[in-house]
């Protein structure tokens, strides 16, 4: 691609029916092959910035680039986008509609116009990735929560689209849910060079599982940057009604209160532990 | 007790095509209707059990279980009427004098509510044949395959799945108003209800717009298009269900004209 950009919004503007302003002169670059953490409280922006890059909220000024090209806002060009931009939505009870699991996925291939077997194809294709070929003929009214936002996520994988956005993938899941299905979305990203945008205020898992992050806070980028780099804007995000991951905040309170001197600063478990076995090698040299 | 949908779900008979169903269930129906036989009624009652249960895998308990819930309203139905009134007492079993008439049971008012209970109650065990054995879902794709408008069977589908979203709201804010001591009197009741019923109203609507958005993001023209799973529908021998239809026919012909009681 000529761009390394794969979405981009310039002074994006978006502003919901009853007046309050859901983004505001937004400007942000979305990488393409890369996992892009939108973080912000609760009403910052996320959903919206996510509606907007799938045509779905249309900016009231400014506007938002696929690649090179400004989205057209015509029913075939909805179509193209949708193809490209497939958005899996936090409560899967408002996505899935369909009287079994098998159908649901369908829904979208058949909306493509794909041929039969080639939908069925990826439909099997999509239930294997996503663990749920068992549940094919099920309703989907007996399936448990998480079960459900994994069909979620077969119905738009599915449609092998270039962009997946992901409204809160974690919400709602278990721990182990959770961690399996953002170690599942880095997986797929790498094997298939898929851009990611997760919109998210799960913060441990940002540093785990996001190349970038994007702070935002009501309707505006407070912050966009590598995520590593979220340790030295911690003020914003802070600011955004969010916090640093637990062991980075261990890590701050060290340096700051306790007069540790770290080298480096560290927002994962295993970087922190690195850290730690850097000091005990230096004590055991001085020890010597 | 499992509802009737998860039933469906999990029957040995799932996979028979929903039409043959309907095909071994409906027209017993019919013959028994018109044979009005208490004997052939107990004739179908007993394939249609037999096949339900040795066939479908429903546990015997869960059956009788189902079985009582219409029981005991047929029974009461139907006891209305074996009673009837007359001016002499003695057409009655039993009677009782009410001012110069009297009123009680004959026994052919009884013959009549008996032939009447069974064939309401085998008219149940065909129509649970289907029920316990049939996914609406699959139900619906049979409806499309013999013509019927899709509009129709798009709306049945969609109200099938948002009937248990919405029940499963309703009974989660009946609970939180309960926990708040919510329908503890009759005037409590009525100011509950009408909470829950109007909060369900705005949680629907905006529950459908939820879903618009999210199908239009999937590519939603306005006609709801879907692949069935490849489930593989058996689909047994025809001239065996003819020959069995035929020989039940037959015995509703016998019955009915009163060479076989």
């Not at chain 1, 549940?135 to 738009?156: T, Y």
Request: charge should be neutral; include cysteine.
């Amino acid at each position: 691609m000529a761009s390394p950009n794969m979405l981009r919004t310039e002074a994006l503007r978006c502003v919901w029916p009853d007046c309050t302003v859901a983004l505001d002169s937004l400007d942000l670059s979305i990488r393409a092959g890369e996992v892009t953490a939108l973080l912000g409280g609760n009403g910052a922006g996320k959903s919206s910035l996510l509606l907007s890059f799938n045509g779905i909220l249309k900016p009231r000024s400014g506007r938002v680039l696929l690649g090179d090209q400004p989205l057209d806002y015509s029913a075939n060009g909805l179509k193209a986008l949708r193809q490209k931009v497939g958005i899996v939505f936090q409560n899967p009870d408002a996505q899935l509609f369909a009287s079994s699991v098998y159908e649901d996925i369908s829904f979208g291939l058949c909306n493509l116009g794909l041929p039969e077997p080639e939908a069925r194809r990826r439909i099997e294709a999509a239930m294997e990735l996503v663990g749920i070929t068992a549940l094919a003929r099920k309703p989907v009214h007996h399936l448990s929560f998480g079960q459900k936002k994994r069909v979620a996520l077969a119905g738009v994988l599915a449609m092998e689209p270039s962009v997946l956005l992901l409204d809160e993938p974690t919400a709602g899941l278990d721990p182990k849910g959770a961690d399996e299905i953002m170690r599942f979305i880095r997986e797929l990203q790498r094997s298939s060079a898929m851009t990611v945008v997760v919109a998210t205020h799960d913060i441990e898992m940002v540093p785990l599982f996001c190349d970038r992050a994007c702070v935002m806070d009501r309707g505006r980028v407070l912050f966009e940057g590598e995520v590593g780099s979220m340790f030295e804007h911690r003020d914003l995000v802070r600011q955004a009604g969010l916090r640093l991951p637990r062991i980075a905040h261990l890590i701050e309170i060290l340096v700051t209160k306790d007069g540790f001197d770290l080298t480096g600063t560290a927002m994962t478990i295993s970087a922190a532990r690195k850290i730690l076995k850097s000091m005990k090698v230096e004590r055991e040299i001085n020890d010597a | 007790m499992m509802t009737l949908d998860e039933h469906a779900a999990r029957s040995r008979l799932r996979d028979v095509a929903p039409g043959f169903k309907l095909l071994c269930a409906l027209p017993p129906i019919a013959m028994v209707l018109w044979a009005d036989s208490v004997l052939f009624s107990l004739l179908v009652f007993a394939l249609m059990s037999a096949a339900l249960m040795l066939k479908g895998g429903v546990r015997p308990a869960d059956y009788l279980r189902w079985l009582l819930l219409p029981a005991g309203f047929l029974v009461i139905g139907t006891g209305a009427v074996a009673v009837d009134a007359s001016a002499s007492p003695e057409a009655f079993i039993v009677s009782t004098p009410v001012g110069g008439a009297s009123i009680g049971i004959t026994s052919a008012g009884v013959a009549m509510a008996a032939r009447l209970c069974f064939r309401a109650l085998v008219a149940v065990s065909c129509l649970y044949f289907v029920a316990f054995t049939t996914p609406v879902a699959d139900l619906g794709r049979a409806m499309a395959s013999i013509g019927l408008p899709p509009l129709l069977v798009e709306m049945t589908l969609l109200v099938y799945r948002f009937v248990f979203l919405l029940f499963g709201t309703a009974s989660e804010m009946a609970t939180a108003q309960r926990s708040r001591l919510g329908y503890t009197g009759a005037s409590s009741s009525y100011r509950a209800l009408s909470a829950l019923a109007s909060n369900l109203f705005v949680f629907s609507a905006r529950r459908a717009e939820e879903l618009y958005v999210a199908m239009e993001c999937r590519g939603y023209d306005g006609s709801i298009r879907v692949l069935d799973p490849s489930s593989g529908a058996r689909q047994p021998s025809l001239a065996g269900l003819a020959l069995l239809e035929a020989a039940l026919l037959c015995a509703a012909i016998a019955t009915h004209s009163g060479r076989l009681f």
